[in-house]
């Protein structure tokens, strides 16, 4: 019986349902199948495509219809068919396309003819871009992924789950859109089927972006106002098309490699628009080709009707490939009326004397000198220069600006999934799918569906004994288990109890010896999204032989975007002399007891500390403190190591060597100290997805400021000095050539009448082979407390990713993912030498590794060498795709 209904089920989505309207195969004049041709209803706005053998199906309403079939490579073939009550079959071939050479041959000291047409297309990209003032539409979108090759060690697994390098991953969606200027795009999913996972390598970033625009999913586009700097172009001929004109041009990159795009693009001609495009680019290593059809769908308004993306490449060893076939249909477009109009573009460069005359023309038009409207430009047919028509679009564009509500939101996108979206069955798909599945598909269905049911039925299991375990959880409490696990217990509706083992805890210093934390949280859940937490933390240190301990209590409430926090802390706890933690407590333990090496300074306070975090706004962030302290020098208790060599040097005293101070130990002393710090991004971009405004990364400075207040004799405080410090961070994106990350500020000790090295101004240093912290707020050799300061400072740290510089001059190195980097970091204090970094890195070995080699220098004098290992600085753009 399964057998009969697997073959039902295989018919059925192969010949679709018995319904009127067309089908059929797309050759060549060899007979051979032409794969993801498109299909142009002109009557309807609807595009669609064939699959990968040719074939196509198209269920239309009785009538008669224009069908128009594009591949590119060939020439189109335009059909008229009449549709009654029945399937009607019609199989189209279509011949090469014949490419012709205008008469303007390229001559050596020519330019290439090439360059005006693209100077044209480049001016009128903005036009384009904001000629559609709305439009709805149908998308279909169809993936297919499969795993090439794994390493050997994952054969086996895969292999017992039933899958081989055969096996393709499906996933089909069919949505409806609509889009308004400037940039809202909503999106409603009526049907989705899926089968596995598409690994981030969606197709959305380039379906719903624009060529138009000055990037595409991050890459340099051929039409981008910057384009020459990055492209070479040749003319290669043209061809007509339903009448128009289409000019074929070459995309050559100046350097091949990420975020650049090879390939081709038409050109129709006379409106610069897009006719279709073949491109290829690399990000992270992975290779993308696009390619896009357009079609006139709205008078000489050309929108992409089909696009097909494939995706190649590697992570972890693991060959992935991934394809995706979307097709455009039912498109309903309303243009905007102050951009209904015909322009012709002048070249300046090409046609000098035209140019020069209507540069007259304007010049003799005071009102359009005094005030360059768009109303007053585009008011009828026209010719305009590439200078004048930027212009133009440029003030039309901040008149548009003004009239936002939100001008610093550049995407508006929301999604919705209709409640019935999973629910449809195979007939269903059969009906609505603009393109018939292939056999391999049909077969990958049949396989992942039976394997999807077997998980199934294991997950219900399962489920089952995880609830049969919570069960017992709640008959017989906490089990002994428990203390060598992170486990939360819920303790009602709202709250919860979090455990943390002292086992994850377990670390070695001189001070304290073996130690270790036992930290607990309560959570309680309030309604209007207000939370309270608690958190006590027990440490024993066995050295000591003392038990210390803290409770924290934060409130948060509802700020603009992020939560406020207002902490109350307090206790009897060890601390880093340098309270941003330098250096890990785990780095450290293996530094002692393995190389002698107790670069931990601790001291000890008995405190308690009111702090405040409150965002004004997602741009400014102000957060405050207040804390008494009384503090206590430490001593090193233990020279336990397993390095017993007697060569090796003794450890270091708890009281650090420093530049300012013979001595920096201190007595036992009480501070009240006030901090105030300011964070401001003033030029902060959004995006909004489902109504949830998201910050765009870096897309603003942040700018600081921080005050710092020890209070004399207020609460018996010993304490005297006042610290300002100002600062600034960024990054900035020098084209595709590379990316400048950058840290810099300065401080000044306006009053040290008196104050603890505790109170110092610190620095983050590192004298150990791992690099955790901000590599853009950190140093690599430096000592940790040796330049610490209580008077004036200026630090700076610059990051500067090339993306060609040494080994990435090669090509295969740089598709391997690997960039490389230089790092500048300076610190000079009134009483230390002018300390320089500089350095070489080596980033995203294999994908999340980074390797640095570090130089110092003293007042010019090479001082120390040494190599670092971090987490790759690209991490978090994996799967930014």
């Not at 001609?269 to 993308?288: P, R």
Request: charged share 25%; aromatic share 12%; net charge negative.
């Amino acid at each position: 019986m399964r057998k009969l209904y697997l073959i039902f089920l295989s018919i059925l989505l192969s010949y679709g349902s018995f319904a009127q309207g067309i089908r059929g195969k797309v050759y060549n004049t060899d007979q051979e199948p032409l794969p993801f041709a498109t299909i142009y209803i002109k009557q309807l706005g609807t595009g669609t495509s064939t699959n990968e053998d040719g074939s196509y199906e198209i269920q239309l309403a009785p009538g008669t219809y224009e069908l128009v079939f594009q591949h590119l490579g060939y020439a189109s073939a335009v059909k008229q068919v009449t549709i009654g009550s029945t399937m009607k079959q019609m199989d189209v071939a279509m011949p090469l396309q014949t490419i012709q050479l205008k008469e303007v041959q390229i001559r050596a000291g020519k330019e290439d003819p090439a360059y005006t047409i693209m100077r044209k297309a480049i001016a009128k990209s903005k036009f384009h871009t904001l000629q559609v003032q709305r439009y709805t539409a149908q998308v279909y979108i169809k993936g297919a992924g499969r795993v090439k090759d794994v390493p050997f060690f994952l054969e086996k697994p895969m292999r017992e789950e039933g899958m081989d390098s055969s096996t393709v991953f499906l996933t089909e969606s069919v949505s409806e859109i609509t889009f308004e200027q400037p940039n809202t795009l909503t999106e409603k999913v009526i049907s989705i089927r899926s089968v596995g996972e598409d690994n981030a390598t969606g197709p959305n970033s380039y379906i719903n972006g624009s060529f138009y625009e000055p990037q595409v999913a991050g890459v340099i586009s051929p039409l981008s106002p910057r384009a020459f700097a990055y492209y070479k172009f040749r003319y290669e001929g043209s061809f007509y098309d339903r009448h128009y004109e289409i000019n074929k041009i070459r995309v050559i990159p100046r350097s091949r490699g990420d975020n650049v795009f090879s390939g081709y693009l038409y050109i129709v001609d006379d409106l610069w628009s897009i006719h279709s495009l073949n491109v290829m680019t690399y990000k992270m290593g992975f290779q993308f080709n696009v390619k896009q059809i357009y079609a006139p769908v709205e008078g000489q308004v050309w929108m992409p009707v089909t696009h097909r993306i494939e995706v190649y490449g590697k992570i972890f060893g693991i060959d992935l490939e991934y394809k995706y076939l979307a097709t455009v249909s039912n498109y309903k477009v309303t243009l905007n009326p102050d951009l209904d109009v015909q322009v012709e573009v002048v070249d300046e460069t090409l046609d000098k004397e035209l140019a020069e005359a209507l540069k007259k023309e304007e010049q003799l038009d005071q009102e359009v000198n005094q005030e360059m409207k768009p109303d007053k430009v585009f008011k009828e047919e026209q010719k305009l220069t590439r200078k004048t028509l930027r212009k133009a679009l440029r003030e039309y564009e901040k008149e548009l600006e003004k009239q936002e509500e939100a001008p610093e939101v550049v995407a508006n996108n929301s999604m919705t999934i209709d409640s019935t979206a999973y629910q449809h069955d195979s007939t269903y798909w059969a009906s609505i799918r603009p393109v018939p599945l292939s056999e391999m598909e049909v077969k990958s269905y049949q396989k992942l569906d039976s394997l999807a049911i077997a998980e199934k039925n294991e997950d219900q299991d399962q489920d089952k004994n995880e609830r049969k375990d919570a069960d017992t959880l709640k008959r017989n409490g906490f089990q002994i288990e428990d203390l060598f696990w992170e486990t939360t217990f819920r303790l009602g509706e709202h709250s919860s109890l979090a455990y943390h083992s002292p086992l994850q805890s377990i670390n070695f210093n001189t001070v304290e010896g073996l130690h270790f934390n036992v930290p607990l949280t309560y959570e309680r859940h309030f309604s209007h999204n207000r939370s309270l937490e608690i958190s006590p933390v027990l440490r024993y240190a066995f050295a000591r032989e003392k038990l210390t301990g803290k409770l924290q209590t934060a409130f948060y409430y509802p700020g603009q975007e992020e939560k406020n926090a207002l902490t109350l802390e307090g206790g009897r706890f060890v601390y880093q002399l340098n309270e941003a933690a330098p250096i890990a407590p785990v780095t450290n333990t293996i530094y002692t007891l393995f190389y002698k090496r107790n670069y931990l300074k601790l001291y000890e306070k008995d405190y308690v500390k009111l702090s405040n975090t409150h965002h004004v706004s997602d741009a400014l962030m102000w957060q405050s403190s207040l804390e008494w302290a009384e503090r206590h020098q430490l001593f090193n208790n233990t020279d336990f190591t397993f390095n017993k060599k007697r060569d090796e040097e003794d450890f270091l005293p708890n009281a650090p060597e420093n530049l300012e101070l013979d001595n920096t130990e201190f007595p036992t002393h009480q501070a009240l100290i006030a901090t105030i710090a300011v964070e401001y991004r003033p030029f902060l971009k959004y995006r909004i997805d489902d109504g949830e405004k998201e910050e765009i990364r870096k897309s603003s400075p942040t700018f600081r400021l921080k005050y710092r207040k020890g209070f004399s004799k207020v609460f018996s405080s010993d304490v005297n000095f006042d610290q300002l410090e100002l600062g600034v961070k960024d990054q900035i994106n020098i084209g595709i050539r590379g990316r400048l990350d950058y840290n810099l500020y300065a401080g000044s000790f306006l009053n040290n009448r008196r104050l603890y090295f505790p109170d110092f101004q610190h620095f983050m240093g590192n004298r150990t082979v791992l690099q955790v912290s901000d590599p853009v707020a950190s140093f690599r050799l430096l000592d940790y407390y040796a330049y610490s300061t209580a008077q004036n400072y200026l630090a700076g740290h610059l990051y500067y990713q090339f993306r060609k510089l040494l080994l990435t001059q090669l090509f295969e190195v740089r598709m391997l993912g690997l960039k490389e980097n230089l790092v500048l970091n300076y610190l000079h204090t009134e009483v230390s030498p002018h300390y320089l970094e500089v350095g070489y890195s080596l980033d995203n070995i294999f994908r999340f590794l980074r390797l640095e080699a570090i130089s110092s220098f003293a007042d010019g004098k090479y001082q120390d060498f040494g190599f670092r290992v971090g987490i790759s600085t690209d991490l978090e753009n994996l799967f930014d795709f």
